[in-house]
């Protein structure tokens, strides 16, 4: 009966090892993906807030594009939507190839916000309509290769409130370090 136990438990320790509560999505497997091209590493869009983050310390590479096509998950308009959810107004665009041809176009934010749009091989729309993806992984990814632009943007903020006489003289450096120690 130990034996049974003892198998049965090593059985699904390995399932629940092999395949994670939430796979990615499975129409873009990473083990088909024959070439990936960053066509633009960073690019501001209308919502940039450089008081959160300047758009020109976020650069998008293919290990980013690779990391997002593993754990990114499929979510509605309503939840993708920038008026309802955090957005830092910068993204990378990229191109992945797979094998059979298809090509997904990818938009990336900081953030783990992703847009998507499928192509033939002739980049003709294959599907409609774009998908909206959120990653959770790539944003504390991406977020922890960004600390100091966090901290650039964090004083940039805080010397603008402190000129404008909205916090007291020598406030901004205080709850800089205080920001700078909580990271």
């Given at each position: 009966?130990?034996?049974?136990?003892?198998?049965?438990?090593?059985?699904v320790l390995l399932f629940a090892a092999t395949f994670p509560a939430e796979a990615a999505d499975?129409?873009?497997?990473?083990?088909?993906?024959?070439?990936?091209?960053?066509?633009?590493?960073?690019?501001?869009?209308?919502?940039?807030?450089?008081?959160?983050?300047?758009?020109?310390?976020?650069?998008?590479?293919?290990?980013?594009?690779?990391?997002?096509?593993?754990?990114?998950?499929?979510?509605?308009w309503k939840v993708y939507d920038p008026e309802n959810t955090d957005t830092t107004g910068c993204?990378?665009?990229?191109?992945?190839?797979?094998?059979?041809?298809?090509?997904?176009?990818?938009?990336?934010?900081?953030?783990?916000?992703?847009?998507?749009?499928?192509?033939?091989?002739?980049?003709?729309?294959?599907?409609?309509?774009?998908?909206?993806?959120?990653?959770?992984?790539?944003?504390?990814?991406?977020?922890?290769?960004?600390?100091?632009?966090?901290?650039?943007?964090?004083e940039r903020r805080l010397k603008k409130l402190e000129a404008e006489g909205k916090i007291p003289?020598?406030?901004?450096?205080?709850?800089?370090?205080?920001?700078?120690?909580?990271?």
């Open positions: 009966m130990k034996k049974i136990n003892i198998c049965m438990t090593a059985a499975r129409r873009y497997p990473i083990a088909y993906v024959q070439k990936v091209e960053v066509t633009n590493p960073s690019r501001r869009t209308a919502w940039e807030d450089k008081d959160f983050l300047d758009c020109d310390d976020v650069v998008l590479t293919e290990e980013d594009v690779r990391y997002a096509l593993r754990h990114m998950r499929k979510v509605p993204q990378g665009s990229a191109l992945v190839t797979f094998k059979n041809g298809r090509i997904l176009a990818m938009g990336i934010e900081p953030t783990g916000r992703i847009t998507t749009a499928e192509y033939d091989a002739g980049m003709k729309i294959a599907a409609s309509p774009a998908g909206f993806y959120e990653c959770d992984p790539c944003r504390e990814r991406k977020m922890k290769f960004l600390k100091d632009a966090l901290y650039r943007a964090d003289p020598g406030e901004a450096e205080r709850r800089l370090k205080t920001l700078q120690t909580s990271r």
